[in-house]
């Protein structure tokens, strides 16, 4: 069974970003870690202005690419470094060290429309 953190709002197409913090982390949920297998490369977004919904980067797998879109509109203003050298952190630790960006959210409405943890549990299913 997949860890889905209560704070955190998420995606269908399985990125979570946390509404608490003003910057906030992105990253996969533990359901798509678990799906892509082994993670063996990211291709980071480059930092500036992005739209929800928006295409910002790839993870790879063994297994298959996939495209990571942002979940909130807003600047990303960090991308973790450490998943150059690391990749397999999002895999290890999805919801902590394997984040992939930093977000400022353009409001704090942003994430009004994502899923909570109840939802995305049930999306899952």
């Known amino acids: 069974m997949s860890t889905v953190p209560d704070q955190l709002r998420y995606r269908d197409s399985h990125e979570w970003v946390d509404p608490t913090q003003e910057v906030s982390p992105v990253g996969i949920t533990d359901h798509a870690q678990a799906e892509l297998t082994d993670v063996v490369f990211v291709d980071l977004p480059k930092l500036g202005t992005v739209t929800a919904g928006q295409q910002v980067c790839v993870v790879e797998s063994v297994k298959a690419a996939s495209d990571i879109y942002s979940p909130v509109a807003g600047e990303i203003v960090e991308v973790n470094e450490a998943l150059n050298a690391e990749p397999g ?9 394997g984040w992939i960006f930093k977000i400022k959210m353009a409001s ?6 994502l899923m909570d943890a109840a939802a ?6």
């Open 108 to 113: 704090a409405s942003e994430a009004a429309p």
């Open 89 to 97: 952190l999002i895999n290890t630790d999805p919801y902590g060290a």
């Open 120 to 125: 995305y549990t049930t999306h899952i299913g």
